[in-house]
Each structure stands twice: as structure tokens, then as C-alpha cells.
């Protein structure tokens, strides 16, 4: 299994997830031209995508699901919930999915679990290939339960750190802005991202990436140092999924 990111954060998301010649995207934040220049960077084409998993109905994250889908016959999956969240999808081939029940599509399960954030029916996913498993938590404004024990055994890590406290209290946004990102539906900051790692074993472990950074309310050198704390490693371990970048393809062996 490898996976890489197209790009994470409040402009656009999209992770691309891949094991024998499955391949699956998670959101898709970005119109057809920019995905497939995105895409080009991988060696991959549009026409290449297997599905689409959504996460939840919010723009940057499915921005661009209808037309990518529509125009390429893309299969969608997504919950009930953000199906009647969005208008979007009306003309799309649409599977929905449980919350809690896992599905395959082609070489991958795909394991969905609930988070919670201010969306209709808000999800994150562990995908697996029989061998590894890779976890995907973005968009959550607090660790539960659930969270943690889905998130136990897996192989690497895509993990929200979107927010700095102190940074988002200076910061310009209003009032309402932030307490909304603050809040219990909002986003992960740097320290609850470090304390769920702090509650996983960390020994199976062969990548860690902070995603869905603020542009305005984070620096990636502040994400790093909390996760990097959190699990005793070195600095230069940890990965940064940005904006404009993204990261290129990190494999599971």
C-alpha cells in the first residue's frame, strides 16, 4: 500500500490511497483541471480513480466530487448523511455507506468510523490491504472513544493538527470563527493530536503526517514539535501535508 496527498487544508483535500492496483481518493477538493495536474505529480490520471470516499459535505472537501465524478464515471461513496447535506450528488452514481460497517472496493477495505464535527454525518476512514492499515483523522473537534480504538493498530497516520491555540486566540479571525474552530465540532489542535498519539502504540508506526494545517492559526514547525514530542522522535520523521504540495508517495512495507 502507498498514499499520498494532493494537497490538505481550508482550500482544497484530497488523499490518494493505492494496493494493487486499487486506487482510491478521500475527498476531492479540487475542480478536474487542478486534479489532474495534482495527479500528474504522482504519475497518475484521472481516469485512474477507482472511487471516490467522502468524508463529509463541506466545499473543501467536495468541491469538486460531482464534476470529477460525473465527468469520469466515478463511483461515490459516502453516508446518508452528507448525501442529503449536499445537492451536489443528485446525478452521481452514489453508494451509501454505514457509519460503522466496512466495505471493499477492490483490493482495499475500508473501514469508516464517526467523528464529531460540524457536518451532517461527518466521517474519517482506516483503509487496509490485508498487510497494513492507514489511518485518516481530519475534521474532528475532539478525540473519543471510538476514535482511538480505530486508529489502534495501524501502520501510519494521517492526523489533523489544524490549529495553535494561542495563534487562533491573536489571530484576526471574529469571535464566532473561533470558537467555532475551538469547539468540540470544530478541529484537532496540536496538543489533542499529541495526546491521541500519547494513547496509541506508536511501535508500528512507520509514517506520521499533520494534515489540514491552518494557513493563518498554525505553523508547520509547531505541529511537528507536538506530535514529534508526543512520540519521542526525531523532528525530521514526522511529514507535513501542505496546501499547495501536498506530499509525495510514502509506501507501507
Known sequence: MRFASLGSGSRGNALLVEADGT??????GFGPRELARRLARLGIEVGDIDAILVT???SDHVGGVARVAGRHGIAVHATAGT???TGAFADLRVER???HASFSIGALEVNPYPVPHDAREPVQFVIADGRHRLGVLTDAGHVTPHMVSMLA???AIVLECNHDPDMLARGSYPWHLKQRIAGRFGHLDNGAAADLLRR???RRLQHVVCAHLSEHNNLPA???AAVSTALGCAADWV???GQDEGFAWRSLA
Not at 486506487?23 to 476531492?28: E, F, K, S, T
Open 23 to 28: 486506487r482510491v481518493l478521500v475527498d476531492c
Open 83 to 85: 448525501c442529503a447535506a
Open 222 to 224: 509547531l505541529a511537528v
Open 97 to 99: 455507506f454505514d457509519s
Open 239 to 241: 511529514g507535513v501535508a
Open 200 to 202: 496509541l502504540d506508536a
Open 153 to 155: 493498530a495501524c501502520d
Open 56 to 58: 463529509h459535505e463541506h
